[in-house]
């Protein structure tokens, strides 16, 4: 069955840096698009970045362009979120996606992780 496991979640002072890494298992992983969403309590699930099956044409949303990095690595499986300058804002839980249409909602996404929890303090 088709499996992505996110890591590297933790608290970090604001400032701070982080990288998040997902897994994936039970897909054609080159074939898909990746993306990071992150939902914050009382907020809806919101796209951070995604990028296209080979790697190229990475997006992100605005307010964390300048400050995060997505990339992937087909060979291992793995998508990777580099988040830098972190904010307390930034505090959510991010999720792994995985999907075939280069999008920025959620429910056009086919696979998802469980999630890991960043928190950023002041």
């Known amino acids: 069955q088709v499996q992505l496991v996110e890591s590297g979640g933790g608290l970090v002072q604001a400032g701070g840096s982080l990288r998040l890494s997902c897994t994936a298992s039970?897909?054609?992983?080159?074939?898909?698009?990746m993306a990071w969403f992150r939902q914050a309590p009382g907020k809806e699930r919101e796209l951070v970045a995604r990028i296209s099956a080979s790697g190229m044409l990475p997006y992100y949303a605005d307010s964390v362009k300048g400050r995060f990095t997505i990339s992937r690595d087909n060979a291992k499986n793995m998508v990777y979120l580099q988040m830098n300058s972190l904010k307390p804002e930034d505090t959510a839980v991010y999720y792994c996606?995985?999907?075939?249409?280069?999008?920025?909602?959620?429910?056009?996404?086919?696979?998802w992780g469980q999630g890991t929890q960043v928190t950023v303090s002041s």
């Open positions: 996606a995985g999907g075939t249409r280069p999008s920025s909602i959620s429910r056009d996404y086919n696979y």
């Open positions: 039970g897909i054609t992983f080159s074939s898909y698009r």
